[in-house]
């Protein structure tokens, strides 16, 4: 059998393409081909660029949780130990008069001998109180150093996040 014989038998009208036919076939087969490669790799170069981008996007939303979270918690801390020095200064304030009446009280029974019972239990007890006002204040000032440091780490790990990307 021969070729054109072999090629009529498959044609459905038995007729047989010419050898330029059947090449210009081939040839457009072969460049529909190409075009499909070129769209699939761009296709894929336009997947890889999306899943950059979602992977950046993903990352920024994780960024800007976590700084809105860890600065909003840091804020507030700062802010609670703000109000406590605050009130402990107004605690020192209240002290202070306290210590000025007690010297007063002090110096008015002082001119009769010995010093009046009430007046020694009372500058006692200003002792231990002024004491415990001292240790609130190495709590608070140490607090809120410790804040602050922490502010200061959490800042220079996102500059040196954010140079990176």
């Known amino acids: 059998m021969s070729v054109s014989e072999c090629v009529a038998s498959f044609s459905p009208k038995g007729d047989v393409p010419s050898l330029e036919e059947l090449q210009k076939k081939l040839d457009s087969t072969m460049t529909a081909m190409e075009q499909?490669?070129?769209?699939?790799?761009?296709?894929?170069?336009?997947?890889?660029d999306w899943n950059k981008e979602l992977r950046d996007a993903h990352k920024d939303i994780f960024n800007n949780v976590s700084d809105a979270a860890l600065d909003g918690l840091l804020d507030l801390s700062m802010k609670s130990l703000e109000k406590e020095k605050e009130l402990y200064h107004e605690a020192l304030e209240a002290s202070m008069k306290e210590s000025q009446q007690l010297r007063w009280?002090?110096?008015?029974?002082?001119?009769?001998g010995s010093p009046n019972a009430i007046v020694e239990a009372k500058?006692?007890?200003?002792?231990n109180r002024a004491k415990a006002q001292l240790g609130q204040r190495q709590v608070i000032e140490d607090d809120m150093a410790?804040?602050?440091?922490?502010?200061?780490?959490?800042?220079?790990y996102q500059t040196r996040r954010d140079f990176r990307n």
């Open 105 to 112: 009280e002090h110096q008015a029974t002082a001119g009769f």
């Open 146 to 156: 410790g804040v602050e440091k922490a502010q200061g780490v959490l800042e220079r």
């Open 36 to 48: 499909i490669a070129k769209s699939q790799e761009n296709s894929n170069d336009l997947a890889e």
């Open 123 to 127: 500058i006692a007890d200003y002792l």
